[in-house]
């Protein structure tokens, strides 16, 4: 069977000229939308770390320009929830109408590491520097059992 180059049956004409420049209509104003919609959701998320070493894990999450007071730590169970809430504050006085303009942008950040055992809260230990959020959280220890020969 031999395939026709036009998909098309004799006869139909159609111009689709129109349905192009609407659809690259809709496709420019929906980039321009969001070009400035990004500025107010800078969603860079932030780095974490996981390392095993023999005794604990560290989790390290690479926080720029967070301040400690920015930074929540959950426990539920197995997880752990590294919670960054920033507010930017923007604020214009303009004289010659007398107006006043204030933004407020608030912004939310959040990553979850699961770990294999509970993580146990008491012995947790957190610490912010030189932008770098380092979480200790020791192992659980290990109890051996005897096995018995029956006999």
Known sequence: MKWKKDPFPNGFDVD?????????????????????????????????????????????AYLEKIKQ???????????????????????VYNEEENMFEQKTNTHQMSR???????IPRSKTKARLKAEQLVITIPKPTSEKITIEEDG
């Not at 930074?71 to 604020?91: A, D, F, P, Q, S």
């Not at 979850?112 to 509970?118: D, S, Y």
């Open 16 to 60: 689709l000229t129109p349905f192009r420049e609407f659809m690259n209509r809709v496709d420019h104003v929906f980039q321009g939308s969001f070009k400035q919609m990004s500025s107010m959701f800078d969603l860079k998320p932030f780095w974490v770390d996981v390392e095993e070493k023999k005794d604990v894990f560290v989790i390290t």
């Open 69 to 91: 007071e920015q930074i929540h730590l959950e426990i539920i169970g197995h997880n752990l929830n590294i919670i960054v809430n920033t507010k930017t504050n923007h604020e």
């Open 112 to 118: 979850v590491v699961r770990l294999p055992f509970p």
